[in-house]
Every structure is written in structure tokens, then in C-alpha cells.
């Protein structure tokens, strides 16, 4: 019914069809952990125990699928949990990935520290740079994975050539969608196989839920394989392996949190309209100022990215970061001095938050080859009137001047 709708109709309705009962126009929420069974292994739409599936787990997991473009979409209790449910089903020990070297901090620690522990080996590599991506690859590799844009630097790499380079050497090409999001960006249409988003940002909107997702496109005849020389995998028959880590593993979202989720998906489109107007006239304001020495933003047309941003996203998104003209005292105490923009972990909420990388979001990549520069602010702008937010940073800026 939905399938050939546009984005905004498919955000509100796909798998939210009302409730047959009673005709609610929203899905219940199925707050149970188990159900009755006809007979032994007589499933009522094939549902036995809530860690393999529930109907509000399910609805979003559709929703989630619809806005990708994909064929299967799985949610979890995390962004990371998901990462990891992917990366346990397709490595072992002596496999290699290739990550950006601005990638969410989070991300670099799991792939560093958990799976690097068990005997996965890693290349970090500017994956704005084809040719770097290209020489990083080695008989070993298994995956290429893509931040775009990229958390802190907002860097863009190119997906659709990055997808057909990584088809090539036989890798599972998989796209971190969280700063973007499918309102503005499809990973998929553009020839990557999965998808990966922390829906505790911009699908659920509202910094008041913790969940994660992976979308996997169509296995469409070979699929990309699970490394170079290892033969090819259909991307139905990964979907569903992963499928059973994650039962068996147990990181699943709850109905809570999947309603939760599901709720804010529906806003979507409007907020992303919203987010990256005001981020544009921020990055705008800060560009003409002294005390900022670069503004990371791609839909400013001074962004080495701008041209290949406009051609594969539909808007810039709400994701801005700064490097302070006084280094990283002066990023401090810019961070400090915001009063609308809060001081927090996280982004991609209603509400305009401020992150000191170096020592919050990325304090794990310190002393790393991913290190984040200390004059690094990272700002993300919500959808509160934007002469507000002007003055908020116009304020804090003018603080900082008076301490300097």
C-alpha cells in the first residue's frame, strides 16, 4: 500500500496500520514478554518470546526498512549494539576492516578495543580520499565502513563510488546514516548494502529513548561477499544471520522504546527541514566571525564536500562542528558559555546542544590516529527559533572575546 508513497507518507504510515480490534488509529504497544501458544509450536503470528519479536518491535522494524529503501530492518537496545551484532556475525579473528578516521568515537572503540581483542584488525583511513580507500584494502578485508557525513569533521565521502569500489573487492559496504538521516540521505539507492543508524538521534527526535537499527538492501542476484577472494553472500541470507546474533545475543529495543521510536519517525521530514535551515544560518554566522577559524559544515559552499553533498543528500542536516581561532582553552570555554545550546552528550534531538569532542564524545579515540583536535566544538542545532540560537552564539561569543 505504501510502497510507491513518498518519504513523509511512508515515515507516518508504514507499519503503523491501525489496530483491527478496536480500530486505533496507532499500533498498541505490546507490553508483554511471552505468548499463548495453539498447540506446541502453534505461533500466533509467528510470536513466541519477546527477545525474537514483538508486534511494536516489528512495526518499526518496517517503518525503519520503508525509509531506506530496504528490504529487512532490525532495531536494537543501541546504535553500538547494532554495530556489533553486524560485526560478530561477519568477522573472525584475523579479518580486517577499513573505518573513516573521523568516525563517532564510539564506533572506533568497539571495532579498537572489543572486536581488535578477539584478533580483528582495522585500518583507519580518510574515506573521503578513493584512492586511500583503495590502497587500504587488503586480502583480509571484510567490511568498509562509511560515516557520512562524519562525526566530529563533517567530512562527506562519496557512497556511490565507494559502493562500487568496495563491490569489487568482494566487501559488505556498510553506511553510518545517523548524522544524515533517510530524510535527507539513502545509503542504499546509492549501492550500499547495509545501513547502520543510532535511532537514539534524529528517528527518534526527542533525547528520550536509546535504540539502534541496521536496513539491509535487497539481495538482488550476487550480493556483496564477506571479504575479498571468500566468495559472494546473498544480503537476505546476512539479514537473517544476524537476525539470529541478535536473538541469541538478546539487544533487542523493547516495545517501550520501539513506540518511542516509532512516534518520532513520524516528524521526521519536518524536523530535518527545520534542523538544517537553522544549522545553515548558524554555519552562516560563524563563518564571518573572527574568533572561529574553520566552520565544518557541507552546505556552506567553502566545504571541500559541498558539491558531492548537494548531489547525494536532499538538505545539509542540523550537524555543524567548529575549530576556535584560541585553540582548545577557547573551545572550552565556548562550550561553557552557551545557555540555549546545552552542554550534553548525544545530538540530533529538538533541542540545541553543544559537545566538546575531545574530552566527551571522543574522549576514547584520544592518543589514537581518530584523535579529535582540542579546538574542536561540535553543535548540534535543534529546530527552536533561529534568532534565538543566533543570539545564544553571538552571546557566547562575546563572552569568550571579553575573557581573551
Not at 507499519?15 to 507490553?31: L, S
Not at 584512492?131 to 563533517?154: C, Q, Y
Not at 554566522?285 to 553533498?309: D, K, Q
Request: charged share 20%.
Amino acid at each position: 500500500m505504501h510502497d510507491n508513497a513518498r518519504f513523509d507518507t511512508r515515515a507516518i504510515h508504514a507499519g503503523q496500520e491501525f489496530d483491527p480490534t478496536t480500530g486505533a488509529v496507532i499500533p498498541p504497544i505490546y507490553a508483554t514478554s511471552t505468548y499463548v501458544q495453539d498447540g506446541i509450536g502453534g505461533l500466533r503470528g509467528g510470536y513466541e518470546y519477546s527477545r525474537g519479536g514483538n508486534p511494536t518491535r516489528t512495526a518499526l522494524e518496517t517503518q525503519l526498512a520503508a525509509l531506506e529503501g530496504g528490504a529487512t530492518g532490525l532495531s536494537f537496545a543501541s546504535g553500538l549494539a547494532a554495530e556489533d551484532a553486524l560485526l560478530r556475525t561477519l568477522l573472525a579473528p584475523g579479518d580486517h576492516v577499513v573505518i573513516g578516521n573521523d568516525v563517532y568515537g564510539g564506533t572506533h572503540r568497539l571495532i579498537r578495543r572489543v572486536h581488535g581483542a578477539w584478533g580483528v584488525r582495522h585500518t583507519t583511513v580518510d574515506t573521503s580520499d578513493l584512492d586511500a580507500v583503495r590502497g587500504a584494502i587488503e586480502p583480509g578485508t571484510k567490511v568498509l565502513w562509511i560515516e557520512t557525513p562524519s562525526n566530529p569533521l563533517m567530512k562527506i565521502s562519496d557512497v556511490a563510488a565507494l559502493a562500487e569500489l568496495g563491490r569489487a573487492a568482494g566487501l559488505l559496504v556498510v553506511v553510518d546514516n545517523t548524522f544524515a538521516s533517510p530524510a535527507l540521505q539513502q545509503p542504499l539507492a546509492l549501492g550500499a548494502d547495509v545501513v547502520v543508524h543510532s535511532t537514539t538521534k534524529y528517528l527518534g527526535g526527542h533525547s528520550d529513548v536509546v535504540g539502534g537499527a541496521l536496513v539491509f538492501a535487497a539481495g538482488l542476484g550476487d550480493a556483496p561477499g564477506v571479504g575479498a577472494g571468500s566468495g559472494r553472500t546473498e544480503l537476505a541470507d546476512l539479514a537473517e544471520r544476524v537476525t539470529f546474533t541478535q536473538f541469541a545475543a538478546g539487544a533487542v529495543s523493547g516495545p517501550f522504546d520501539a513506540f518511542l521510536t516509532s512516534r518520532g519517525i513520524k516528524t521526521l521530514g519536518v524536523r530535518m527541514e527545520r534542523h538544517s535551515s537553522n544549522a545553515l544560518a548558524i554555519a552562516r554566522r560563524l563563518e564571518e566571525h573572527a574568533g572561529i577559524e574553520r566552520v565544518f559544515y557541507p552546505g556552506l559552499e567553502s566545504h571541500p564536500g559541498h558539491e558531492l553533498a548537494a548531489r547525494q543528500m536532499s538538505g545539509f542536516g542540523g550537524m555543524l562542528s567548529i575549530a576556535l581561532a584560541g585553540g582548545g582553552a577557547a573551545a572550552r570555554r565556548f562550550a561553557e558559555s552557551t545557555e540555549l545550546f546545552q552542554l550534553a552528550e548525544s545530538l540530533g534531538g529538538v533541542e540545541s546542544l553543544v559537545n566538546y569532542p575531545s574530552e566527551m564524545t571522543h574522549a576514547s579515540v584520544k592518543g589514537t590516529e581518530a584523535e579529535v583536535p582540542e579546538s574542536i566544538v561540535r553543535l548540534s542545532v535543534g529546530i527552536e527559533d533561529v534568532d534565538d540560537l543566533l543570539a545564544d552564539i553571538d552571546g557566547a561569543l562575546a563572552r569568550l572575546a571579553s575573557v581573551e
